[in-house]
Structure formats: C-alpha cells, structure tokens
C-alpha cells in the first residue's frame, strides 16, 4: 500500500497551522506536505518535524504573490530574478527541513502574452533550479494543473509535462502527478500513471467532483492504490483533498 503524507494547507484547517502537524501525526500520518513554508522560520518548522516524528515530503517554490491570485512565476520573463532568488530560498528550506523535492508551479498565462516566450522562459528557469537543486540532493518537480480550477494555468497535462522535461534534458525534474487534475484533464489515470512511471516522483489525490476524500465521487482509488502497487511506484501520495466535513471524519477510505 502506498505511503500517504497529509497536505496541511487542504486538511485539519480546523486548527492553526503550526497545530496541524501534532494533528497529522495523531491521525497516523507520517509525513506532511503544503504550498509554502515562507511565513516562518525554518527552525520552527523543523521543531514541529521532529517533535511529531514527521517528514516533509513536499512543498513548493515561491509563488508569488498567492493572496493576489499568482500561481507561480516561473514562466514569467519580466520575472526571472525574482524566480532564481526564490530557488535560493527554497534550497535554504529544503535543507533545513531535510525535503527531498520542491514543486514548481509554472503560473498563468498573462494576457498577450507569446506563449513561445512563456515556454522558453520556464525551460530555462528549469534548467536552472534542476542543476542548482541537484547540488543538495533534491529533486525538482512540475505539477499540470486542471484550467477549471485555476483558468489559464499554463501547465495542464502530463503529456505537456512530459514534453518540457525532455525539452529541459536533467535527470534532476520529475513530474508530480495530481489524478484529482489528470482525471478532469485526459483521464485513462492507470495507463497514463503506468507510462509516466519513471518520471513521477510524488502523486496527489482528491476525488472528482468536489476535490472531496476517495470515496466521495468518479474515481476507483481501491483499483488505482492496488495498481501503484502492481506497477511499483515507490513514492508518497499526498492527501490533497478538502474534507467533506470534519477532516477527522474523512480517513474512512484509509481505513478500509
């Protein structure tokens, strides 16, 4: 059965946030994820670590400014610096919370903007945050996201992800593969994931309609968590859903 780790920015929001990893770990948790660690120290976060006996599993670049709807910057060309040095930092955490990998999200398309420009700025800050992050044993990670959930994201299937992985050439990026987002966008998830396997680093999970648990809507996760299995996926899967109720009330698919 697959390792699951608890996405702290989607469950037990019923708690501030530095609780959530007591919460976590009293769930049966033994690793956590989220989208930033930017708002505290990261001696702070690493205390809550170990004295919870978690791993961080995951956590994502600089976003830019995500209160304003910014869901990345990385194909951004007026941005560039502003990219680099959040690679820097993400390094910084990465090492003081012993994370293995670090997401990149890739932002939305800006309105007339090239899309050919878009492409060759986000391979080239790839190029770069791959070589600078395989220096610390970390691995860089791309995530194609539904354009329902958020209109005009710029990196929306496996396939797209697939194509700039090779267009970057590192052995160092990966694809982090949400099946909530890749049921919406092309579906065929156990085929898609088996194909994808050697590039996949870290898999997410929500289920469809709602981004509720598994079990509330279309997609069969007993047959997909049985088939992570046959096929060998080695990973984390993050729990990456809004609990339909109390986020205690919600592990019922984990149980079983």
């Known amino acids: 059965m697959p390792r699951f780790d608890a996405n702290l920015s989607m469950l037990f929001t019923e708690v501030d946030f530095l609780d959530r990893f007591a919460a976590a770990a009293a769930a049966g948790f033994a690793g956590v994820e989220y989208v930033s660690p930017y708002d505290y120290e990261p001696d702070i976060l690493a ?69 050919a420009v878009l492409r060759e700025t986000f391979i080239e800050n790839l190029k770069f945050t791959a070589d600078l992050f395989e220096k610390y044993d970390t691995k860089l990670l791309i995530e194609p996201i539904n354009p329902i959930d958020i209109p005009g994201f710029y990196l929306n299937s496996s396939r797209q992800a697939l194509d700039l992985i090779e267009a970057v050439g590192s052995d160092n990026l990966y694809l982090q593969y949400d099946i909530y987002h890749m049921q919406i966008v092309e579906g065929d998830l156990a085929r898609t994931i088996e194909a994808a396997l050697p590039r996949i680093a870290h898999i997410q999970i929500a289920d469809n309609p709602g981004r509720h648990e598994p079990g509330t809507g279309e997609i069969n996760y007993p047959f997909l968590f049985d088939h992570l299995d046959r096929i060998g996926y080695q990973g984390w899967v993050g729990c990456e859903y809004r609990p339909s109720g109390p986020t205690a009330d919600s592990f019922g698919w984990m149980r079983s």
């Open 47 to 115: 205390r809550r670590l170990a004295a919870n006996g978690l791993s961080q599993v995951l956590f994502n670049l600089p976003v830019g400014d995500w209160d304003a709807g910014e869901r990345g910057i990385a194909i951004l060309p007026d941005r560039v610096a502003e990219f680099r040095s959040g690679a820097e930092t993400a390094v910084a955490y990465a090492k003081a919370l012993g994370c293995k990998q670090v997401n990149c999200l890739a932002g939305i398309v800006p309105d007339g903007t090239n899309l």
